[in-house]
């Protein structure tokens, strides 16, 4: 038997702790002998609750107790995250977790001391919640060069701007729909803004080139100045607006990454990837293009993956599996170079502002019906050469770029 502590008992981690209960039967099978949870820390008391024999608010009792090999985190943010987890991989216990923005920021040096003290750090569940991305990666593709990856990697924009395009709601509607259903927090700026969605496409572009790729040297944009008017210019061209996550590995060894509102075709993997669903494409040298489809947060779904990482701690007791990066930087491209088309809506007639707009030409025009705006397709061009064209272009509303 097993012992385990689980640090955070909000909706993941009671996630973790019914799970354990649930399939208990189940997991012995798959673990090769029963995972029994010791102890549940956390800063209130849950009266009444399934673990409250269990709860404590002392860290120390988990970190001393040798008895206890398995510690799971889900209390989110960096700290105590940090402190809590880097003091148990260093006691010589497995960790799972399921917070990004540790992994992101953190994750060498956590992965580094798993590696000496030959224990585990698994994070399966802190990108695209209960899709098996992260092991699809080290294991399932281990034989692949990973040439790109595309992804929708947070339900709360991906909800927002299904709404929008569904049933024709404006942002400040869908999201408090969002907050009203839990899917979005009263705070919502790391998930409208796109700061959750650039700390996952930074782990998942760090698991596919091994180095250590830091999220604040990917460009980044969220949804928050997408409007119903936008998603109506898409639908006439049928086209989904979606908060994607990308990165490409080029051929100079630099990596070119992003996160942005994209304009993707009926015709795009991702196009129907909606509601509070997230789906990731891989594209390897071998394999070619691939894509993972699912839940990409709640309870059961991310502790479902949690517990997975669970039993893999189990079957690999006194040996480090090898994942995750080394802490060498990888360097990451300029915005600047990354060429697209752009979606630009422009104040004014067509026949009055045509010729301004050459410069992004051959052009393709399109009209919603407004009066006192157009918009245009662009030609494809790099990031770099549009910022200086649009600068010298007066009325432009919005821009919006478009998937090659």
């Known amino acids: 038997m097993k012992n385990a502590a689980i640090m955070g008992y909000g909706t993941i981690g009671s996630g973790v702790a019914e799970i354990l209960e649930e399939n208990r039967d189940v997991i ?9 949870l010791k102890y549940v820390l956390d800063l209130r008391d849950f009266p009444g609750s399934p673990v409250e024999d269990k709860l404590i608010h002392d860290f120390s009792m988990i ?6 090999e398995l510690v799971v985190e889900t209390m989110g943010g960096i700290n105590p995250a940090y402190p809590f987890v880097k003091a148990c991989l260093l006691a010589e216990k497995h960790v799972i977790t399921s917070n990004k923005a540790l992994v992101a920021a953190h994750g060498s040096e956590l992965l580094a001391i798993a590696r000496e003290k030959q224990v ?30 595309t992804g929708i990697l947070n339900g709360t924009t991906n909800f927002i701007l299904t709404k929008m395009d569904k049933e024709g709601w404006t942002f400040d509607q869908a999201l408090k729909e969002a907050q009203c259903l839990g899917y ?42 997408i409007t119903d008017i936008d998603v109506q210019y898409a639908e006439k061209l049928g086209m989904s ?10 051929a100079d060894g630099m990596v070119s990454a992003y996160v942005l509102p994209l304009m993707i075709s009926r015709e795009h993997p991702l196009y129907s990837v909606n509601d509070v669903f997230n789906g990731i494409l891989v594209k390897g040298t071998m394999l070619g293009t691939s894509m993972y489809y699912g839940s990409g947060a709640g309870k059961l779904p991310t502790a479902s993956a949690v517990v ?30 990354n ?40 030609k494809e061009m790099p990031e770099a050469n549009f910022r200086e064209e649009a600068a010298g272009v007066e009325g432009i509303r ?7």
Request: proline fraction near 3%; hydrophobic fraction near 40%; include cysteine.
């Open 63 to 68: 970190e001393q107790d040798r008895d206890v």
């Open 241 to 250: 607006i979606k908060l994607i996550g990308a990165s490409r590995l080029q």
């Open 184 to 225: 979005a927090e009263r705070n919502p700026e790391a998930d409208v803004e796109g700061h959750d969605t650039c700390r996952k496409i930074a782990i998942l572009t760090s698991m596919a080139v091994g180095k250590e790729v830091n999220y604040e040297d990917i460009y980044m944009e969220g949804i928050t100045r």
């Open 339 to 378: 060429v697209f088309r752009y979606f630009i809506r422009v104040a004014g007639q067509p026949e009055d502002r045509l010729s301004d707009l050459m410069t992004f030409g051959p052009l393709e025009v399109v009209s919603t019906g407004k009066n006192d705006e157009f918009a245009i397709i662009s």
């Open 120 to 149: 585990n750090f698994f994070f399966e569940a802190s990108v695209g919640g209960g899709i098996p991305i992260i092991r699809t990666l080290y294991d399932c593709l281990m034989g692949e060069k990973i040439e790109g990856l």
């Open 308 to 337: 997975a990482d669970m039993i893999h701690g189990v079957r690999n007791a006194g040996r480090n599996v090898e994942l995750g990066w080394s802490a060498e930087k990888q360097a990451v491209a300029p915005m600047e170079m």
């Open 28 to 36: 012995a099978r798959a673990a090769g002998e029963e995972i029994r």
């Open 398 to 404: 919005s821009v919006i770029r478009v998937e090659l």
